[in-house]
């Protein structure tokens, strides 16, 4: 569980990850290799964490919610929706067997824009900035013991798993910090409008 620090007594404050989603018949495939990893090695995360790609982790003052949804509301109307492309699997030693994803270029471009236009909003303080997920992936299993990852990846190093999703959106999901469950705070569809029509949209 993650130590926030030096926040403000009396203020909520929330957990957030930003993230792609795959469609059911895709998502279904890889909650399927998630629960036999799970079985096989012994890793609840792996049977508990549902399959998404994280573009951004921050942990903020819920009343900061509102601008946040904001901003990314006006990114994503920018944004064109676009292929993601999965392939095999790879692994963050010693803790983190994940699925690769091959299409990373549009997916760094989504993240470094948020970075840009976003990344002041989702600064709770100097001890808690958010964490931008330059490598995209999608996590199989973290948190691994060093038997249960060595011996997972002696497997799924030699595994195949292809599959591929248009992002048309992006999740923001939320959590209390001291709660595990995730719940969805706001979908941001990729619409691909010049900048002028969203400004128009802001200012309007």
């Known amino acids: 569980m993650k130590t926030i620090v030096n926040t403000i007594p009396g203020y909520r404050v929330y957990e957030y990850l930003l993230v792609l989603s795959p469609h059911e ?14 079985v096989q090695y012994k890793s609840g995360h792996a049977k508990w964490g549902k399959p998404h790609i994280t573009l951004v982790n921050f942990v903020q003052y819920a009343m900061m919610e509102e601008r946040i949804i904001s901003r990314l509301q006006t990114i ?3 944004y064109p929706p676009f292929k993601v492309e999965l392939k095999d699997f790879g692994s963050f030693p010693s803790h983190t067997i994940y699925i690769d994803v091959t299409s990373k270029l549009p997916i760094q471009n989504l993240i470094k824009e948020i970075r840009t236009d976003g990344q002041r909003l989702m ?3 100097d001890d808690n900035k958010p964490h931008f997920i330059m490598e995209p992936h999608l996590t199989i299993a973290r948190k691994l013991l060093p038997w249960q990852y060595e011996k997972g990846w002696l497997e799924y190093s030699n595994k195949n798993f292809s599959g591929k999703f248009i992002a048309d959106a992006m999740l923001l999901l939320k959590r209390p910090v001291e709660e595990k469950k995730y719940q969805i705070a706001q979908r941001f569809e ?3 409008l010049p900048v002028n029509i969203k400004q128009g ?3 309007g």
């Open 123 to 125: 600064k709770l303080n």
């Open 201 to 203: 949209q802001l200012f």
């Open 76 to 78: 994503a109307m920018g």
């Open 190 to 192: 990729f619409q691909n």
């Open 25 to 38: 018949e895709l998502w279904n495939r890889i909650m399927k290799v998630k629960e036999e990893f799970s």
